[in-house]
């Protein structure tokens, strides 16, 4: 098992920037991917970014990159979401997520993950 634990949500206005946390307990030697996932009110879970845990290979949905920077530090078993220019259309709860598969880095779906977070609402104000 994997626990995931995500914090730096909050409200912020439109241009601003915020950080997000992602610290990760447990069984972490199996983790291969890990990811940045949001669900927007109404929307479905999508893959904002991940990020290769050994290589650091990292991959982008269009509407963030530019934008969004993903980063992991090994030694604290953490990966991170520096968010920057938000927008609106942002707004959503945000979630950490964990793959033993490295295929997860591309596949961008839900079903390959197999650990995640509690969840934490950005908020971005027009």
């Known amino acids: 098992q994997v626990q995931l634990v995500e914090s730096g949500g909050g409200l912020v206005q439109a241009g601003g920037s915020l950080r997000l946390s992602c610290a990760a307990s447990g069984r972490t030697f199996s983790t291969n991917t890990m990811g940045w996932f949001r669900q927007r009110p109404g929307k479905e879970r999508e893959l904002v970014a991940a990020?290769?845990?050994?290589?650091?290979?990292?991959n982008y949905a269009d509407s963030v990159k530019g934008r969004f920077t993903i980063s992991r530090d090994i030694a604290q078993n953490s990966v991170y979401l520096q968010m920057n220019s938000l927008k609106a259309e942002d707004t959503a709860v945000y979630y950490c997520a964990a793959s033993g598969r490295i295929s997860a880095l591309l596949a961008g779906s839900v079903q390959k993950y197999d650990y995640w977070g509690q969840g934490t609402q950005v908020t971005v104000s027009s």
């Open positions: 990020i290769s845990w050994r290589g650091g290979t990292t």
